[in-house]
Structure formats: C-alpha cells, structure tokens
C-alpha cells in the first residue's frame, strides 16, 4: 500500500551540522501521528523540511502520491500541507479577521473562504468574539488557538502541529488538544503533531516516532509508548512537567 | 503665520509619499535604502523630459515617472538586493550595498542629465486665494490633491487588498507569512516596486514647483530619515506624520531662522531621539 505522505530518509544539514538524519516517516489518510522526542532532537527541523522551509540534502519527501520536497512553500500549501509554527507566529499588528484571512491566502473562492472561518468559529468560539483585536494583544492561548484557526483557512488536507502546547495555560492545553481530535475525526484532516509535552501527543494519536540527536530511535504505536517507561526515562526526561503558563493572561485581551 | 503652515503641508504631503517608500522597502526587506533619494530625483528627470522637453501632458509624464520608477525598484530588487540578502543576512551589507547603489545612480545622472538645474512649465497658473494673507498658487493646490489622493490609496490598498495583506504579512513575519502561501520573493520585488513608484511620484511632482537636478538625492534621503525618525520606523502612520511634521518645521524653520533651519531641525532631532529613540509611533 502507498502511504498517504511519507519522508524517506531525508537529511538536513546547517552548513556543516547534521540536524536531520536518515528519518522516514510515513503515515495513512485520516491518521493523527505523534513526533515526540526531547529539545533538539530535530523535529522542527524535520518539519522545516517537510514545509519547505528548509531544504534537504538528501532523501525524498511525498505526499498524496506527489513529490513535495522540490517544491516551493507556497507550492507545498497549494498542494494541502499546511503548519502552525512552533512559538505561534502570529502577525501581531493585524486583526484576528486578517490573521485567518491570512491563512486562506491561496484561496480565490471567497464565500468558501467565509464558510471555513464559520467552521473555525465553531471550534474555537472565542477567535469569534475577538475578531478586531490586534492578534498580538491575546493570551498564549488564545493565539495558539488562532494560529491553528489560522491554519485550517487554508483547507489542509495534512495538518502539522509544532508544539502547540508550549506556552499555553493548562485549561487550554485541554481545548487544544480536544480541537485536535474534532479536526481530525469530523474535518477528516490527517494530523502530525510534534510536542514536548509528550503524553498529550500520545493521547491524541494513533503512532508516534520518538527522535533523539536528529534520528528516528523508536516507531511505536502511542499507547503503547505511553506504557513504556524506558522510553519515557531515556528520551523524553525522568518525569513529565506540567506545563506552566507563559501566556500573558486574559486581562491583556481587555485593552482594546 | 497661516501661510507658514500651508507652505509646510504642501512639502510634507510630498515628503510623506518619500517617506512611505522608505519605510516600507525598511519593514518589508528590513533594508535601509540610502539610494530612495536618488529615485525621487530619477522621478523628476523623466518628468522633466516627458512634459518639459517632450511637451506631453503633465498626467502622462506623472504616469511615466511612476512605471519607469516601479520598473527600476524591480531591478533593483532583482540585480542588487536579493543577490546580496542570499548571501548575507548581516544589516551592514546592504547598507554598504543602498550606498553603492546611491552613488551609482548619482554618477549616471550626473552623466546622463548633466548638472544644470531643471525646471518645467507651470502645469497651472493662477493663485489661490485662501484669506486676506494667505495664498497659494494653484500648481501646489494639484500637488496636494495628487500627493494626498496617493497616500489615501496607498492606505486603502494595504489595509483591504489581498496584495496589501500578503504585504503587511510578510513585514511583520516573514516565515509565517510564507507559510500561508505567500511567494516572498515575488512580493519583495513588488514591495520594491511599489516604493520606488511612490518616490517616483513624488519627484515627478517636485519637479514641477521646484526644478531638480543631479545632485539633490543624497540630500532628500537625509531628509527620508530624518521624518522616518521622527515618525518611527516600519509604520505607515509614523511615515505620514514624519513627512508632514518635517515640512512644517522646515517651513516654520526658513522663515524664523532663514538659512540656519537645518541646524535647528539636527539639533532639536538628536534631543526628540535621545527622549525618545523609537519616533513619535514607532514599535518596542
């Protein structure tokens, strides 16, 4: 069977360090996988690959049965893969409605524009009621929403996830990843997620690659990895810290 | 007094259209373009030999500057600047590069327009009479109207196009905005393209109060600064304000302290800055 997309043995190299090597990765339509693995392990650098922010030095990156890893990024959003970067990205100086409006930039149809960010306001009720906030006044989570929000105006039928949890306060760690799951079941969205925060990332998905020092070490099914405290105590850190909140709290959104 | 004033708005819509060029190529590209004077004077020259030597209307000699300026801000994007922003991301190499560049286009000019100063035919004759003292000729009445119907239409484009949004995207974060899908190569030459345009403008209307000649461009970047500064970097609101605050104080400064204005205007910029080194809106 072909897979859906798949990496095959991609290598990045920073001039002449070694960030990404030998990773293959591969998954099914409709699948929610996990990349999970301590700081700099190279997964986001593993995702610069796939997004096109990054070229590889070796390797092959395929997706819905076209070769993506040539292709310039915006080539790569056209095709369906679409990610929300680690730490957010938001543009902070524009609205809500223009950071969404941002997502949908490839897109011509306007009123199915319109209808994606209805659909968006379903699952993030929130983004609805700040919709002329300037993006950068929100709290971390209210921005990861948005970013992801943002992510889905541009119809990916490939969702990649850095870090989504990094920053956010505990409450909305628990939306997110509900959000997560409902774009994966009832969007039929396919999902990647990379996280820190590795039991939330093996909760929510279906297998999970754990990267160390730039490599693939371990190809498992979640919950199994979820039981498994070798893997926890050698890749991921003795023991799983709540996350904190960093986020700037909710009275900053009550500025405007 | 009042006509003091109008004087100085009448250059600082002009200098507000030089401004936005300049920062906009600075939020966009993160370049200080030392050369944006030189485009203004390039502007004026075609206008110059458009409707001053050619004798066609002073509109098509306006649209003239303004395509052969957005065609030159491509080229410089293409020639110059991406080559040199590929190789290295260091501030210091494209400014040495905007200063090259600054004087290479001031040696062609010297070469291709000579050094005598240019003027052109009035475009209207006659005097507004505004009150019982204070005047202004109807050729500066078009120029406001043309300068601030740009700057409004510039504003309406970047807050409500796709174009302006992709734009503005990719001067707040580059990579996010490339995420979305927008092609920041393209952009940037558009980006370039629509500065230069903007200065071209400009010169093309200076040129026909004023006159120009080969020499002014270092001199109206220094000025391209000094409101970017005031005003503040990266922001279209600041560039406006910097643009009209510097023609009002050079208005104010030429009439009150003929010929020491400069003087005054660098001496009351280092201590604005040393209060508040940001400009007036400027960002962090």
Request: contains cysteine; proline residues 2%; aromatic residues 8%.
């Amino acid at each position: 069977m072909t897979n859906y997309f798949e990496t095959k043995r991609i290598e990045v190299r920073y001039d002449r360090v070694l960030a990404v090597s030998n990773v293959s990765i591969h998954m099914q339509e409709g699948e929610t996988i996990a990349l999970i693995g301590a700081n700099g392990s190279g997964k986001t650098s593993t995702l610069r690959a796939i997004t096109g922010l990054t070229a590889i030095s070796a390797g092959e990156i395929w997706f819905d049965g076209r070769r993506i890893d040539k292709m310039p990024s915006d080539a790569i959003v056209q095709a369906g893969v679409t990610m929300v970067p680690e730490g957010r990205h938001v543009f902070p100086l524009m609205s809500v409605k223009d950071n969404l409006l941002m997502g949908a930039f490839l897109r011509r149809d306007k009123a199915a524009v319109q209808e994606t960010m209805q659909r968006v306001f379903t699952l993030f009720p929130r983004l609805k009621e700040r919709l002329n906030q300037a993006a950068g006044t929100m709290s971390g989570g209210e921005q990861q929403m948005m970013v992801i929000g943002r992510a889905l105006m541009a119809k990916p039928r490939l969702l990649i996830l850095d870090e989504p949890s990094l920053g956010v306060a505990p409450l909305f760690v628990q939306e997110i990843a509900r959000a997560i799951v409902n774009i994966n079941k009832n969007e039929k969205v396919s999902v990647i997620l990379v996280e820190q925060n590795s039991r939330m990332a093996l909760r929510i998905s279906t297998r999970a690659y754990v990267m160390s020092i730039g490599r693939v070490v371990v190809n498992d099914q979640s919950r199994r990895l979820l039981l498994d405290d070798r893997v926890q105590k050698a890749y991921l850190g003795e023991e799983l810290q709540p996350i904190e909140d960093v986020g700037e709290g909710d009275d900053k959104g009550k500025l405007d | 007094m009042g006509q003091v004033l109008i004087n100085g708005l009448y250059s600082g819509v002009q200098y507000a259209l030089i401004a936005l060029g300049l920062t906009l190529i600075f939020s966009l590209m993160n370049v200080m373009n030392f050369a944006h004077g030189q485009l203004y004077v390039l502007g004026g020259f075609v206008t110059y030999y458009v409707y001053g030597v050619l004798g066609l209307p002073f509109v098509v000699a306006l649209l003239a500057a303004g395509i052969t300026l957005a065609v030159v801000g491509l080229l410089f994007d293409i020639l110059f600047f991406r080559k040199v922003l590929a190789r290295s991301a260091r501030d210091e190499s494209t400014m040495l590069l905007a200063t090259g560049t600054a004087l290479l286009l001031d040696s062609l000019f010297i070469i291709f327009f000579g050094e005598k100063h240019r003027g052109v035919p009035t475009v209207i004759s006659g005097v507004m009479r505004i009150s019982n003292n204070i005047f202004l000729p109807y050729s500066r009445v078009l120029i406001i109207i043309i300068s601030v119907a740009v700057i409004v239409f510039f504003i309406l484009f970047m807050k409500y196009t796709r174009c302006g949004r992709g734009l503005r995207a990719m001067a707040q974060d580059r990579e996010a905005a490339k995420l979305m899908g927008v092609n920041v190569d393209r952009y940037s030459m558009f980006g370039w393209a629509l500065a230069a345009m903007l200065a071209g403008l400009a010169g093309a209307m200076l040129v026909s109060v004023s006159g120009v000649n080969s020499g002014l461009g270092t001199w109206l970047s220094i000025k391209a600064f000094i409101m970017v500064m005031i005003g503040g970097a990266g922001v279209i609101s600041g560039a406006i304000i910097g643009g009209l605050m510097l023609g009002i104080l050079e208005s104010f400064g030429s009439s009150f302290l003929p010929g020491n204005q400069y003087l005054a205007i660098f001496i009351a910029l280092i201590i604005f800055l040393a209060i508040r080194p940001r400009g007036l809106l400027g960002r962090q």
